[in-house]
T-cell receptor, first 113, second 114 residues
Framework: QQQVKQSPQSLIVQKGGIPIINCAYE??????FPWYQQFPGKGPALLIA?????SEKKEGRFTISFNKSAKQFSLHIMDSQPGDSATYFC????????????FGKGTKLTVNP | DGGITQSPKYLFRKEGQNVTLSCEQN?????MYWYRQDPGQGLRLIYY???????QKGDIAEGYSVSREKKESFPLTVTSAQKNPTAFYLC?????????????FGSGTRLTVV
């Protein structure tokens, strides 16, 4: 029940395409859903996060869509660029509790020029 | 600038040797974490600490040890009992409720057994 399932494991798109990465969770107590971006040889960095009181959040070309009833959330990257090529991790947790972040296994995104 | 510093960036360990990875943060975060990253395995939690002088095992603690004597520091020792230590190790920290920043990660230490 503590797992976050992320798909696909890898994704290749052309420049300008809209890659979509999906995550699903079981624990209905989760109320914080961040996405992290990791470039090779670097630590992950927080990209965008959402809480379940909203269904969508945008920051620049990155959008999180959240479906509370389906217990799913996804990351969309509009007008993707080669510089977006990285590994993306979704995660979930309970704000204010002692629960640590539960990470998905990651999606390696390649954006071809 | 506030952040997390991991050192060294690259580390080589001989068989049967213990090595210690350093993690220091100046973000005044209470919680600190160690993760191991292998290709295709995502981020696996080794140990975490939510307060000084206290820490808990994560999912893959066997062969590792930690200490938390200061709020700023959370070193990880990879012992000789860890049979497959070659990996990328990441340290992270967070404040209560994560704020707007979630976890802050260091830039990692790549450990190789030689």
């Amino acid at each position: 029940q503590q797992q976050v399932k992320q798909s696909p494991q890898s994704l290749i798109v052309q420049k300008g395409g809209i890659p979509i990465i999906n995550c699903a969770y079981e624990n209905t107590a989760f109320d914080y859903f961040p996405w992290y971006q990791q470039f090779p040889g670097k630590g992950p960095a927080l990209l965008i996060a959402i809480r379940p009181d909203v269904s969508e959040k945008k920051e620049g070309r990155f959008t999180i869509s959240f479906n509370k009833s389906a217990k799913q959330f996804s990351l969309h990257i509009m007008d993707s660029q080669p510089g977006d090529s990285a590994t993306y991790f979704c995660a979930a947790s309970i704000l204010g509790g002692s629960e640590k972040l539960v990470f998905g296994k990651g999606t390696k995104l390649t954006v071809n020029p | 600038d506030g952040g997390i510093t991991q050192s060294p960036k690259y580390l080589f360990r001989k068989e049967g040797q213990n090595v210690t990875l350093s993690c220091e943060q100046n973000l005044n975060h209470d919680a600190m974490y160690w993760y191991r990253q292998d290709p295709g395995q995502g981020l696996r939690l080794i140990y975490y600490s939510q307060i000084v002088n206290d820490f808990q095992k994560g999912d893959i603690a066997e062969g590792y040890s930690v200490s938390r004597e200061k709020k700023e520091s959370f070193p990880l020792t990879v012992t000789s009992a860890q049979k497959n230590p070659t990996a990328f190790y990441l340290c992270a920290s967070s404040s209560e409720g994560y704020g707007d920043y979630g976890y802050t990660f260091g830039s990692g230490t790549r450990l190789t057994v030689v």
